[in-house]
T-cell receptor, first 112, second 115 residues
């Protein structure tokens, strides 16, 4: 069965510092991996995805994620955090079928 | 831009009422989904539909039903609302499985409170 783990409920980082939001997954077959962001009182917004190819995926707003097959991880990163990056981030995995499994979410706080 | 709209942002209902949540997408997507979002639990799939009049149960279908009479519209029905159905409900759509754009596009959500 598919599963996604986001081991941190909350990540705190100072503005200008690099940020990492962690995600590990379990899926049979080749994984399709996604990151979504949710700003307050809004729906989820797609950030980036890994389907195949380069392990480093670049997405919206300067975010990137690194796919590591041996560690079954797909961590979200940004070299320099902004206060406006403060939001709830969800990692998700899909095995090529209809269903996508979402992690519990990680709340990112960026302090000025 | 893909647009997914939901009929209400906030809704307050009483226990036992029948509740309809409507979702409309404008990108001719085949797949549509209903999730509920609860703190610490992430998003859990209630139902999905991969074509008109087709529906499949997700992980937590109990107490819910759905209707898809037209491609652009996917309705979630709470047959008899209960307090444990107080939650944020998110609708999403996506192109068919296997197409290159297979991320989901989400509506703004409906925060339902059942008293």
């Amino acid at each position: 069965a598919q599963s996604v783990a986001q081991p941190e409920d909350q990540v705190n980082v100072a503005e200008g510092n690099p940020l990492t939001v962690k995600c590990t997954y379990s899926v049979s077959g080749n994984p399709y991996l996604f990151w979504y962001v949710q700003y307050p009182n809004r729906g989820l917004q797609f950030l980036l995805k890994y389907i195949t190819g380069d392990n480093l995926v670049k997405g919206s707003y300067g975010f990137e994620a690194e796919f590591n097959k041996s560690q079954t991880s797909f961590h979200l990163k940004k070299p320099s955090a902004l206060v406006s990056d403060s939001a709830l981030y969800f990692c998700a995995v899909r095995d090529g079928g209809f269903k996508t499994i979402f992690g519990a979410g990680t709340r990112l706080f960026v302090k000025a | 831009d893909v647009k997914v709209t939901q009929s209400s942002r906030y809704l307050v209902k009483r226990t036992g009422e029948k509740v309809f949540l409507e979702c409309v997408q404008d990108m001719d997507h085949e797949n549509m989904f209903w999730y509920r979002q609860d703190p610490g639990l992430g998003l859990r799939l209630i139902y999905f539909s991969y074509d008109v009049k087709m529906k499949e149960k997700g992980d937590i279908p109990e107490g819910y039903s759905v209707s898809r009479e037209k491609k652009e519209r996917f309705s979630l029905i709470l047959e008899s609302a209960s307090t444990n159905q107080t939650s944020m409900y998110l609708c999403a759509s996506s192109p068919p499985t296997g197409s290159s754009y297979n991320e989901q596009f989400f509506g703004p959500g409906t925060r339902l409170t059942v008293l």
